[in-house]
């Protein structure tokens, strides 16, 4: 199982890979020795990775410091070692999965949002089976009934994860049905609710105001949901993402992020930036667009993926 995971997250991070591990092989092994130019050029693929600016410099900071303590010989395998060090030191102890055998509350409530197409359906879908696959019982509620096509699609993932969803109709209130799903999820004694919203509504201030309300009518429900306010962000939007977060965090309150699409981006080091810039864990990942494809976020993995095998 672990060996599957680890070929799925290598060959969706196999981009990111090659854009950054293959050019630091070409910068470092070129210059021979890690000079000014050297590290100057080094920075330069780690922002083209989107680690982001700050992120690339610090790193950059770092390897000059270490490279002059210990007496650097400027060899490309050294340069991959140490970042890797450096990467996955800069995350350590900072993995924050999601609560999957223990659930910390029941139901336990858990708010997806995001802007339009990031993959929200999607990772509720894989979401959804992942809890029912460790035994939970587990209800989607379709609070995206602005877009007409939402509903039916959330109950395709729901009917492939084998869970159950609570329906609205195009155009109801989505706190009126966060408020009664929460209230179903409770008479029928489910463990996990998720609640899918809309990523597009007239203006981001009336879908940042709908998030507010829906969180409101949760709480009415129960004083402690939702436990997890999830934001999904596609990674292939590169620095646009921590936009995203920002904006996000400031209108409603987030407990973690979803990164998906890593399977098809140069772009990974979002993920990097992203925990350091803002403070908020990456819980999860999306590699892929099937009912498996997504996958606990643990910074040792990523970085081992990112930057390629241990060099010899
Ligand atoms: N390659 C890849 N595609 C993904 C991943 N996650 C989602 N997608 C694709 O992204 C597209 C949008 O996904 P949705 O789940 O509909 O996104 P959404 O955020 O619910 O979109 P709206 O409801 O319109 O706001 C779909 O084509 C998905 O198959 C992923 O991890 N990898
Ligand atoms: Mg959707």
Not at 67 to 73: L, V
Not at 230 to 244: E, I, K, R
Request: glycine share 8%; net charge negative; proline share 3%.
């Amino acid at each position: 199982m672990l060996g599957r995971l680890l070929d799925k997250l290598n060959s969706g991070l196999s981009k990111t890979r090659e854009a950054l591990a293959d050019k630091i092989a070409t910068v470092v092994g070129s210059g021979g020795r890690l000079d000014e130019d050297t590290l100057e050029e080094l920075e330069a693929v780690l922002i083209q990775a989107d680690v982001g600016m700050e992120t690339a410099a610090a790193l950059i900071e770092e390897l000059r410091q270490r490279a002059r303590q210990q007496r650097f010989k400027g060899n490309s395998n050294e340069v991959m070692a140490l970042l890797k060090e450096h990467l996955a030191g800069m995350l350590e102890s900072q993995d924050q999965d999601l609560p999957f055998a223990e659930l910390p509350a029941r139901p336990y409530t858990i708010l997806v949002v995001g802007v339009n197409g990031v993959g929200k359906t999607t990772t509720i879908g894989k979401l959804a089976k992942r809890y029912a696959e460790d035994g939970h019982k587990v209800l989607i509620a379709a609070c995206d009934t602005f877009r007409a096509a939402a509903v039916p699609q959330l109950e395709i993932w729901a009917e492939r994860a084998g869970v159950e969803i609570v329906r609205a109709q195009q155009g109801a209130d989505p706190a009126a049905v966060a408020f009664d799903a929460l209230g179903a999820a409770k008479a029928r004694e489910v463990d996990v609710l998720i609640v899918d919203t809309a990523g597009r509504l007239h203006t981001k201030v009336n879908l940042m105001e709908e998030l507010k309300k829906i969180r409101r009518s949760l709480a009415k429900q129960d004083p402690g949901a939702p436990h997890e306010t999830l934001l999904v962000l596609d990674a292939t939007t590169g620095q646009n993402t921590l936009n995203q977060a920002r904006q996000f965090h400031e209108a409603t309150e987030l407990t973690g992020l979803v990164l998906t699409k890593l399977d098809g981006t140069a772009k990974g080091g979002i993920a990097l930036a992203l925990r350091r810039e803002l403070g908020i864990p990456v819980k999860l990942i999306g590699v892929g667009e099937g009912l498996d494809d997504l996958q606990p976020f643990e910074h040792r993995t990523f970085v081992e993926a990112m930057l390629g095998a241990e060099p010899s």
